[in-house]
């Protein structure tokens, strides 16, 4: 795992946002895994920024959205599928045809898990998978207790995490309590990882991802099986990390300088 740490939560989501940036820029056949929620909103507007300013090819890639909410259709404005139309695929001119995204609604919503492994087998698998952590640990919707090698499935969300989600939800609107996420393994299988957290909030999770063992109460800890994992950070969310000054000194200066 490379932890990486920036002095701002701008300078993270901006760092996060060029990662991937490059990586479409230098391979445009790329599939890209990507996820939703409050971390990710500035780092796609950061994306779309980078975009308007010097223009990449972003027609031949492909990317498949992290989860979804049981129930909601991909239209349906508090869905993850709604999120990246209106912020990510639009303004980057990404057609339907490229974006696979889970069906909350779908009939059968196991068929659609077993749809969506195979999707993601026959493109060839995902090359750069974009995370954010939850303050209990999850990474996409694997809550702790996830099985460290589960694969995309329906599960019930923690009391926790539906707290934490509260806000994106109005007044009236009903949050759905399950969801269909990539499963711990399926995000273990993606060529490359890059995870973006910002805030004291995730000063804990982060390190008991980094720095604690290996276990299922901090699903986020099975990245330290992952070879190819990079962790980027504001100054709260590292606050909790102990090696602190050892990730500064070993931090690689050309990614400080994107
Ligand atoms: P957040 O969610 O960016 O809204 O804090 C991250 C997550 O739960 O993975």
């Known amino acids: ?4 740490l920036c002095d701002s939560a701008a300078q993270a989501t901006r760092l996060s946002a060029t990662l991937i940036y490059r990586e479409v820029a ?3 056949l790329v599939v890209l895994g990507l996820a ?3 971390t990710m909103d500035p780092l796609y507007q950061e994306l779309v920024s980078l975009h308007r300013a010097c223009p990449i090819r972003w027609s031949d890639m492909r990317c498949f959205n992290l989860d979804e909410y049981v129930g909601l259709a991909v239209d349906h404005p508090m869905s993850y599928g709604y999120f990246m139309r209106h912020k990510v695929f639009d303004p980057l001119g990404v057609r339907e045809v490229q974006a696979h995204l889970l069906r909350g609604d779908a009939p059968d919503p196991q068929e659609e898990c077993r749809r969506y492994e195979d999707a993601i087998a026959a493109a060839g698998g995902i090359d750069l998978q974009l995370l954010g952590i939850g303050e209990n640990g999850h990474i996409g919707f694997n809550e702790p207790g996830s099985s460290l090698d589960s694969r995309t499935r329906i599960v019930h969300l923690n009391p926790d995490t539906l707290t934490a989600n509260r806000r994106f939800f109005p007044p009236g609107v009903c949050q759905p309590e399950s969801a269909i996420t990539l499963g711990i393994q399926t995000i273990l299988d993606c060529r490359q990882i890059v995870m973006l957290a910002i805030g004291e909030k995730k000063a804990s999770a982060v390190a008991a991802m980094a720095e604690g ?3 299922a109460m901090c ?3 099975a990245l330290q099986m992952h070879p190819a994992t ?6 709260s969310a590292a606050q909790r990390l102990r ?4 990730y500064r000194r070993a931090g690689p200066a050309d990614l400080h300088s994107a």
């Open 1 to 4: 795992m490379n932890i990486v």
């Open 213 to 215: 063992p290996l276990s």
């Open 36 to 38: 939703t929620g409050g």
């Open 230 to 235: 990079t962790v980027v950070l504001d100054t």
């Open 26 to 28: 230098a391979r445009p």
């Open 219 to 221: 699903p986020a800890s």
């Open 243 to 246: 090696l602190k000054d050892r």
